[in-house]
């Protein structure tokens, strides 16, 4: 069984910067999309940036853009998440989800059927 496990979150100042690492274990590997998803208390699962597994497209809200990168290393079935210039607001609890359901959006949390534990970041003002 695929199995999903994220790891760099941690206390950061604003305008710092935290790489976030998600690791995929099991078998079999199959994923049309891996997406990076965050949440704070008291609200859904947002969405931060997708990643498409095949052809490398990326997609991000507008939150983020400019600011955040998602890459991944389909040798090492890794998907990594750079984060710069962070703000208070980016403080949540990020995880990692692949496989999307077929025909639903990859940039909603409710399409994805596994996920990753979770990583906490925290941006200080």
């Known amino acids: 069984q695929m199995q999903l496990l994220e790891s760099g979150g941690g206390l950061v100042q604003t305008g710092g910067s935290l790489t976030l690492s998600c690791a995929a274990s099991?078998?079999?590997?199959?994923?049309?999309?891996v997406g990076w998803f965050r949440q704070t208390p008291g609200k859904g699962r947002e969405y931060v940036a997708v990643?498409?597994?095949?052809?490398?497209?990326?997609y991000y809200p507008d939150s983020v853009k400019g600011r955040f990168t998602i890459s991944r290393d389909a040798a090492k079935k890794m998907v990594y998440l750079q984060m710069n210039s962070l703000k208070p607001e980016d403080t949540a609890v990020y995880y990692c989800?692949?496989?999307?359901?077929?025909?639903?959006?990859?940039?909603?949390?409710?399409?994805?059927?596994?996920w990753g534990q979770g990583t906490q970041v925290s941006v200080s003002s």
């Open positions: 989800a692949a496989r999307p359901r077929e025909h639903l959006s990859v940039i909603s949390a409710p399409s994805y059927d596994i």
């Open positions: 099991g078998h079999p590997f199959r994923t049309y999309s």
């Open positions: 990643i498409l597994w095949d052809t490398a497209r990326t």
